[in-house]
Every structure is written in C-alpha cells, then in structure tokens.
C-alpha cells in the first residue's frame, strides 16, 4: 500500500537540492517535508524550526487540498502566505500527495523570483522521487 | 456565554492519533465533513493508514434548534498550534480516547492541559473507547484521574462509531453550558 513513502528519496540528495536556495535573493531557509508533518530535508534552518515549519506547512497543504477540493478546482499546487516581513510558499512536489516543499523569505525577495525558483526545485525533487 | 458570533455552538474533538475523532464527526454531522486526512508514514506510533494533519470540520442541529459546529484536530503533539487555534472560543472540548492504547491515562493528562485554557467558560467531557479490552483501564480510573486533579467532568464509555454514544458526549457540554453550571472547571 505505502509504495509513496518518503523514506524512498534520499536525503542527502534531496538536501543538496535545497542548497541552490543559497543562491536565491532574500531566501531565509527551506523544508521538503512528509504530507504528516515530518522534515524530509531542510536548508538554513535549525532542527525545532524546521520541525514546527513542517507540521504547520502539512496543516496548510492538507487545507489547501480541502479547499481545492471543496471548490471544485483539482489537485492542490501551492499556497503562498504574505505577511509584513516576508512572504512563505509551500508547494507541492509532483503530482503525488506525499510530500510538499515550504520556503521561508523576507522582504529583501521577489516573489516572481521565489516562486519560480520553488517551482524549479520541486520539479528537481520530483525526479529525486521517479527518476 | 461560548456561543458564536453567528450563534452557534462550538465543539471540539481532540484526543491523541486513533482515538476516533474523524470517524465520531463523521459518524454524527449532518454534512459531509471537512476532512484533511493524509497518509500516515509514522506506523510506529499508529498502525492506521491515514491522520488528519488539519481539522475535521461537521455540523448538527440538536433538538431544541441550536446549531454545534464540530470541529476535530490532530492527535499529534507536532499539531499542538493546530490544537490552539482550533480550542479557541469552544462550549465544549471532548477528548477521545482509546483504553486500549498504552499510556491512555498519561495521554488524558496531555489533553486536559492544552485544553484546559480554552474550556474555561464551557465543559470537558471525556469519551473512553474500547474499555472492553483486556487490561485497560476502566472509565472509573479516566473519572479518578480527572478528580484527582479537582476537575468535575463526565467520562463517558462509548465507540467513536456509534452514533447515540457520541450525540450523548455532544449533549453534555451543549446542556451543561446552558445551565451555565461549572462543570469541567477547576474546583
């Protein structure tokens, strides 16, 4: 039954992935994180942040799931949070429901730029998980 | 006293991963419920295939007309900030659990401290399932428990699939609010 867990991506890999994020504008830290709010991998944040960016970052895709659902719209994509610092997207990775992927930025980012930069991660992810 | 702005009642289901608190609002609400179930990867700490890592979402109208949104949480600690927006505002809190899992007494303990706060105003009502099974403990030891820490709440044995069981563990937070008694209050 279980043939999506994500114990199936690697890690390290999936890791240096989220290290290109080092080159992107305003990018405070990244987590690929399991549907049920466990981090897969993470880049720039500390174990406790990158823990609690995973379980609040799976409540908001599984709403946004909801929502989708609810509104007759399909599969949910991504979410993106503004806030007066900065700006949070959580995406999802492929076109499986397992596993999704939330970026932290401040004000300092573009948010054309961030968007396309997760997009672009995700889609190195995706690969990580059919290759 | 807890009714919200619209009038309505608030109930919220918690309790730890399992203990039934998707399947009791499914079970009762007179719509299809909200659910944001996902697949569990975490088998060790639950052999179940899928955990809400949102809320439940429900609604019934009992008889005297009064309307009780039910809202369920996450049973996992890592949703604790889930467990705080969703407590908030509520007539009544009641905490699911299963007898049969070890450290069910403990897990009360959890649930009664992060809801405490939110119930100050409305009831706690405590629903034990699967009291039948061998070497659990009963619902007396779930009331004992309560007493020993100076709260008045009812713990009640029922299966999160029966409907009557879990209309009675609504009604009682729904009644006890309206008569503004202090039940699920510290003494």
């Known amino acids: ?131 | 006293m807890s009714r919200t702005e619209t009038g309505e009642f608030k109930i919220v289901f918690t309790g730890p991963m399992g203990a039934g608190k998707t399947t009791a609002i499914a079970a009762i609400s007179e719509v299809e419920p909200v659910r944001t179930e996902v697949e569990n990867t975490d088998r060790v700490a639950h052999a179940k295939e899928s955990t809400t890592v949102g809320f439940d979402f429900g609604r019934i109208t009992l008889a005297d007309g009064s309307v009780v949104r039910l809202y369920g949480t996450p049973g996992q600690v890592r949703y604790r900030f889930m467990w705080d927006i969703l407590g908030r505002g509520a007539a009544g809190v009641i905490v699911l659990l299963d007898a049969g899992e070890p450290g069910a007494l403990v897990q009360l303990d959890v649930f009664v401290d992060a809801f405490i706060p939110h119930v100050a105003h409305g009831a706690l009502v405590v629903g034990v399932g699967r009291t039948d099974a061998p070497n659990t403990p009963s619902t007396d030891a779930f009331a004992a428990r309560l007493d020993a820490r100076g709260l008045v709440a009812p713990a009640l044995s029922a299966a999160a699939r029966e409907q009557g069981g879990v209309m009675a563990r609504v009604r009682t937070p729904v009644s006890i609010h309206g008569s503004h008694s202090a039940h699920g209050l510290p003494a």
């Open chain 1, 1 to 131: 039954m279980s043939s999506m867990r994500p114990a199936k991506l690697s890690r390290e890999l999936a890791r240096k992935v989220l290290e290109g994020y080092g080159e992107v504008a305003g990018v405070q830290c990244a987590v690929l994180f399991s549907s049920d709010g466990f981090e897969i991998a993470s880049h720039a944040a500390d174990t406790a942040a990158s823990a609690r960016l995973a379980a609040i970052g799976s409540s908001l895709a599984a709403l946004g799931t909801a929502l989708a659902g609810e509104a007759g719209l399909g599969n949910f994509e991504r979410t993106t949070i503004e806030s007066d610092g900065g700006a949070v997207t959580i995406m999802r990775v492929g076109s499986s429901r397992s596993m999704s992927l939330a970026v932290v930025a401040g004000k300092d980012a573009v948010l054309g730029q961030l968007l396309w930069a997760t997009q672009r991660c995700c889609q190195a992810l995706a690969k990580l998980l059919d290759p």
